[in-house]
């Protein structure tokens, strides 16, 4: 069974820095496309970033772009979203997700998507204040 465990999740200052971690078990995630999603308060879930399996594609949301990045440490079977220059409009909850399917023009088509992801974790709260 896989399991995907978000943490590093709080409080920051608009401008500030947090680094989450998402830690895979179950399954090695060096065969997995990754992306991190969040949802704010009344709005859908919306995607922020993706990473394809091989490392090779890397996908952000025009909203995050220059400020997050998502990078993956296989032997830790851990992926991470750094988030640098934080805003209000930042805060929601951030889950991780995976995609099974090691195939990467599939995944480059439909990162975006929910419905592309098999695994899902529970979510960490971020709060940006103003």
């Known amino acids: 069974q896989v399991e995907l465990v978000e943490s590093g999740g709080g409080l920051v200052q608009a401008g500030g820095s947090l680094n989450l971690s998402c830690a895979v078990s179950g399954r090695t995630i060096s065969t997995y496309a990754m992306a991190w999603f969040r949802q704010a308060p009344g709005k859908d879930r919306e995607f922020v970033v993706g990473?394809?399996?091989?490392?090779?594609?890397?996908y952000d949301a025009d909203s995050v772009k220059g400020r997050f990045a998502i990078t993956r440490d296989n032997a830790k079977n851990t992926v991470y979203l750094q988030m640098n220059n934080v805003k209000a409009e930042d805060t929601a909850v951030y889950f991780c997700?995976?995609?099974?399917?090691?195939?990467?023009?599939?995944?480059?088509?439909?990162?975006?998507?929910?419905?592309?992801?098999?695994?899902w974790g529970q979510g960490t709260q971020v709060t940006v204040s103003s």
């Open positions: 997700a995976a995609d099974r399917q090691m195939n990467e023009v599939a995944w480059s088509n439909t990162y975006s998507s929910e419905s592309t992801y098999d695994y």
């Open positions: 990473l394809s399996w091989s490392g090779g594609l890397t």
